[in-house]
T-cell receptor, first 115, second 116 residues
Framework: GAGVSQTPSNKVTEKGKYVELRCDPISGHTALYWYRQSLGQGPEFLIYFQGTGAADDSGLPNDRFFAVRPEGSVSTLKIQRTERGDSAVYLC?????????????FGPGTRLTVL | AQKITQTQPGMFVQEKEAVTLDCTYDTSDPSYGLFWYKQPSSGEMIFLIYQGSYDQQNATEGRYSLNFQKARKSANLVISASQLGDSAMYFCAMREPSTGGFKTIFGAGTRLFVKA
């Protein structure tokens, strides 16, 4: 079956613009995670969903960042008034459950560049 | 405070030799999980191995083993018989309870170079 997919693979935008990043999890996976990976760093947790609801959004850096998962499958990460510091690779992952041992399957990421 | 610490920004190993990548973690929760991921230059995150905090034995997966020292809060990855394809970034991660479930925190990573 298909893995986690993310679109677009690359996004270049100008400072101040609005962007949406999409994540398609593995079919049937109830948990979905967003991470941000800056150059030379490990992934940084942003938010995770269990079903349609955001179970933990404590990693969102500020109110310019918002994510939704209206039907419990596809998720969209939305960034308003982008800043140059938002430039990073945004990774999405999904898992079949929310247990400690549940493996997260990662997508290829969206590379966001804010000029 | 850093929850996951990987002190080796870069490591070199000769092909066919073993290498240990260090990871220490910090948590006050008795229930947690430890993961290692590989990230090649192509960017995808590949799951390698998992160790639960209550597991009595060290986890092994093929050429990968996790040296779990609970009292020292360390979870080092050992790669045996290194191959050229092992050259990549390696991330240690910890999953611990958080609001509504669990949260995974990653270390800064170690870049491994395998020499022919």
């Amino acid at each position: 079956g298909a893995g986690v997919s993310q679109t677009p693979s690359n996004k270049v935008t100008e400072k101040g613009k609005y962007v949406e990043l999409r994540c398609d999890p593995i079919s049937g996976h109830t948990a979905l995670y967003w991470y941000r990976q800056s150059l030379g760093q490990g992934p940084e947790f942003l938010i995770y969903f269990q079903g349609t609801g955001a179970a933990d959004d404590s990693g969102l850096p500020n109110d310019r960042f918002f994510a939704v998962r209206p039907e419990g499958s596809v998720s969209t990460l939305k960034i308003q008034r982008t800043e140059r510091g938002d430039s990073a690779v945004y990774l999405c992952a999904s898992s079949s459950g929310q247990g400690l041992a549940n493996e997260q399957f990662f997508g290829p990421g969206t590379r966001l560049t804010v000029l | 405070a850093q929850k996951i610490t990987q002190t080796q920004p870069g490591m070199f190993v000769q092909e066919k030799e073993a290498v240990t990548l260090d990871c220490t973690y910090d948590t006050s929760d008795p229930s947690y999980g430890l993961f290692w991921y590989k990230q090649p230059s192509s960017g995808e995150m590949i799951f390698l191995i998992y160790q639960g905090s209550y597991d009595q034995q060290n986890a092994t997966e093929g050429r990968y083993s996790l040296n779990f020292q609970k009292a020292r809060k360390s979870a080092n990855l050992v790669i045996s018989a290194s191959q050229l394809g092992d050259s990549a970034m390696y991330f240690c991660a910890m999953r611990e309870p958080s609001t509504g479930g669990f949260k995974t925190i990653f270390g800064a990573g170690t870049r491994l170079f395998v020499k022919a």
